[in-house]
């Protein structure tokens, strides 16, 4: 028998973002004693920008994972180490060492799903390759040898007449595979204090979905039940009594109590609040109104939904509003600028990178366009509602977060008229559209009805003065009181 020489390889977190200092591991899609293949993805973290699926890099098996779940790891700080083969018997060799000391590893003969053909591997910081389905495969050692007696198993599980219906919440718990849910969903989860592995998932594929998880939540005595199906009631009453079932989510409804809930603040949240605090401390910031009769623009939108060469893209008034600041930035190119510390320097680009302001569950996001300022209004309209829709399912990754230059933020949508922005840090200026309202308003001598917004421009007066900023707002409102600008002046 041939032997096979081992050694541990530890896998530190690595930095996916820019200057990233840690993160918070959100799940693991691998236990000790799996078998991992270079390029699977083994764990999934909440960076201080994006929800990101980490691969490792070479082949063995999981020796031991050294951070749970839930846990925020300094970067640098090893994750998981792996027992690396550095003989000849190739992956399906000896027994390694990590795998007898595994909890719950299976024993040789059992039954394990042939994992699928292998997959290309993933980019860090990029999401899952395409085609990759929402449940990870699990490899495990000597999976293959013993893959004829797969069918001596499944009639054990068969072999539980017990009633249908309990046989339900047994098997969250007898899973071997985390439950499929996307980010956002496993975030509302943790702070709704719902245990994904007893959620009915009722989405495509068996996945979690945010339905889902509100339904379990909002149905507690369904917990009661079923420990009362079992032979063995008695037993039951004691683990859920009414005083040990509030502390199981003490801040879904704090009311309740009449005491304070305290929050983690972590990932994004924290991120963004250290954004914040550094940006208005550091960047003087200016904020200028103006209130602009947007009828003409209003009645372009209604149009421009039914004009074909849009069909299926993202058309409202958040378009134009983007179209009319960027138009107003490339006439006045200058307010484009960051501000360079170190060297005490303002530093202007050619390239308008638009940032947009979106509210999602993991926090706020400004995930930007590249380039917008070279967009046709069709490009524009699919790069905005790509742009939407990535933040809002938590697939937004650090490259798309970094590099903006100016930031437009829709507080309209909440029915705010007003506001004053805090500018994004590194970014010389940002643009809050307002609500849109039927007012009266002089119009050709008369006072009429006429639709009106307010947009408030806040900008960082060392790159830009004041004369600079009110040109800059002043252009934006002139091109949306009268759209047909976007032409005359392009």
């Not at 904020?287 to 849009?310: I, N, S």
């Not at 501000?339 to 979106?358: F, M």
């Amino acid at each position: 028998m041939t032997t096979t020489a081992q050694r541990v390889r530890e896998f530190p977190l690595p930095d996916v973002g820019e200057g990233l200092v840690d993160a918070e591991i959100l799940a693991w899609h691998v236990r000790q004693g799996d078998r991992v293949t270079d390029g699977q993805v083994v764990c999934e973290v909440e960076t201080a920008k994006a929800s990101v699926e980490l691969p490792i890099p070479y082949d063995g098996v999981v020796h031991r994972i050294h951070a749970e779940a839930g846990a925020t790891v300094a970067v640098g700080a090893v994750i998981i180490s792996v027992s690396v083969d550095t003989g000849a018997d190739g992956p399906d060799g000896p027994d390694d060492p990590g795998a007898p000391d595994a909890p719950g590893a299976p024993a040789a003969g059992a039954p394990e799903p042939e994992a699928p053909a292998a997959r290309q591997p993933v980019l860090v910081g990029y999401g899952a390759a395409p085609g990759r389905s929402g449940r990870r495969p699990r490899r495990r050692n000597g999976a293959t040898a013993p893959a004829p007696a797969a069918p001596a198993t499944p009639p054990a599980p068969a072999a539980l007449p017990t009633p249908p219906a309990p046989a339900t919440p047994p098997v969250p718990a007898a899973r071997t595979e985390r439950p499929a849910a996307k980010p956002p969903v496993r975030r509302l989860a943790k702070d709704l204090g719902v245990d994904l592995a007893a959620v009915v998932p009722t989405g495509a594929g068996g996945v979690v979905t945010r339905a889902d998880v509100h339904a379990a939540h909002a149905a507690p005595p369904a917990r009661d039940v079923v420990p009362a199906a079992p032979p063995a009631p008695t037993a039951a009453p004691p683990a859920p009594p009414a005083p040990d079932a509030a502390p199981v989510a003490p801040a879904v409804d704090p009311s309740r109590s009449g005491g304070e809930t305290r929050i983690p603040v972590k990932g994004v949240r924290r991120a963004t609040a250290r954004a914040m605090v550094a940006s208005a401390f550091t960047a003087p910031h200016v904020t200028e109104f103006v209130t602009v009769d947007v009828t003409r623009t209003m009645a372009l939108v209604r149009e421009l939904k039914r004009d074909p060469e849009l069909a299926g893209l993202r058309v409202g008034p958040l378009l134009l509003v983007a179209r009319a600041f960027l138009l107003a930035i490339r006439r006045h190119p200058e307010v484009n600028a960051r501000w360079d510390e170190e060297n005490q320097e303002i530093v202007r680009t050619d390239r308008i990178n638009l940032g947009i302001a979106a509210a999602t569950e993991r926090g706020l996001l400004v995930p930007n366009i590249k380039d917008a300022g070279g967009l046709t209004l069709p490009r524009l309209a699919r790069a905005l509602g790509e742009l939407v829709a990535t933040a809002r399912e938590g697939r937004t990754t650090p490259a798309a977060l970094a590099g903006g230059t100016v930031t437009l933020t829709n507080i309209g949508v909440f029915g705010v008229d007003t506001g004053t922005p805090i500018l994004n840090p590194g970014e010389s200026a940002i643009l809050a559209f307002g609500a849109v309202r039927e007012r009266p308003w002089v119009h050709k001598g008369e006072v009429r009805p006429r639709q009106v917004t307010t947009l408030a421009l806040s900008f960082d007066h060392r790159l830009v003065d004041g004369e600079l900023g009110s040109k800059v707002l002043a252009d934006t409102a002139a091109v949306l009181e009268h759209p047909k600008r976007l032409l005359t002046w392009a």
